[in-house]
Nanobody, 112 residues
Framework: QPQLVESGGGWVQPGGSLRLSCAAS????????IRWFRQAPGKDREGVSC????????EYLDSAKGRFTISREDAENTVYLQMNNLKPEDTAWYYC?????WGQGTQVTVSS
């Protein structure tokens, strides 16, 4: 059964960094488009970043460009989201996704 498990969230001060992990089991991540989403309290879920299986190309939410980096480690069957220069508006639950498969999420809180 395909499964995704996120980790790496936590509390950080503005300007800080976190690296989120999305570990897959039951399927190989490198064969699929993998997306990171986030949902802040009272707001709609939004796509943050994605990485394509075909060519490894990536995309980012405009507000994440230059601060977030998505990457995939095939040997670990894991996708990472490195988040630098975090801002309070990045506070949200972060989820990784592959088609119908969603992880349980990891919470990111950015505050002083």
């Amino acid at each position: 059964q395909p499964q995704l498990v996120e980790s790496g969230g936590g509390w950080v001060q503005p300007g800080g960094s976190l690296r989120l992990s999305c570990a897959a089991s039951g399927f190989a991540l490198d064969g699929y488009l993998i997306r990171w989403f986030r949902q802040a309290p009272g707001k709609d879920r939004e796509g943050v970043s994605c990485i394509r299986s075909s060519d490894g190309s990536v995309e980012y939410l405009d507000s994440a460009k230059g601060r977030f980096t998505i990457s995939r480690e095939d040997a670990e069957n894991t996708v990472y989201l490195q988040m630098n220069n975090l801002k309070p508006e990045d506070t949200a639950w972060y989820y990784c996704n592959q088609g119908p498969v969603w992880g349980q999420g990891t919470q990111v809180t950015v505050s002083s």
